[in-house]
């Protein structure tokens, strides 16, 4: 399994940021994909999930309205669209398989002025 995140970046509070997970080594398809994140000094938190097919999502409140998971199971990718960011978005963003059995390295985002 390979879970590899790009996209990362520094951005202006407000800015927007699209993050990629590109998925190998098993069927995409058939798995729902999660984003987590970790801040410094804070433990890790579930930003969002998609189900398999995407007929179902979820969002941590703190991102509700601002952040879009989606996936498209053609490309083996999944993406996490973040708008409005904030100070507290800061983190390394990780790419997560299923139960969390498989993570990506991640990839850091820096909200700043």
């Known amino acids: 399994v390979q879970l590899v995140e790009s996209g990362g970046g520094l951005v202006q509070p407000g800015g927007s940021l699209r993050l990629s997970c590109a998925a190998a080594?098993?069927?995409?398809?058939?798995?729902?994909m999660s984003w987590y994140r970790q801040a410094p000094g804070k433990e890790r938190e579930l930003v969002a999930t998609?189900?398999?097919?995407?007929?179902?999502?979820n969002y941590a409140d703190s991102v509700k309205g601002r952040f879009t998971i989606y996936r498209d199971n053609t490309k083996n990718t999944m993406y996490l669209q973040m708008n409005s960011l904030k100070p507290e978005d800061t983190a390394v963003y990780y790419c997560?398989?299923?139960?969390?059995?498989?993570w990506g390295k991640g990839t850091l985002v820096t909200v700043s002025s």
């Open positions: 997560v398989l299923g139960g969390g059995n498989h």
């Open positions: 080594g098993f069927t995409f398809s058939m798995f729902d």
């Open positions: 998609i189900t398999s097919s995407s007929d179902f999502t």
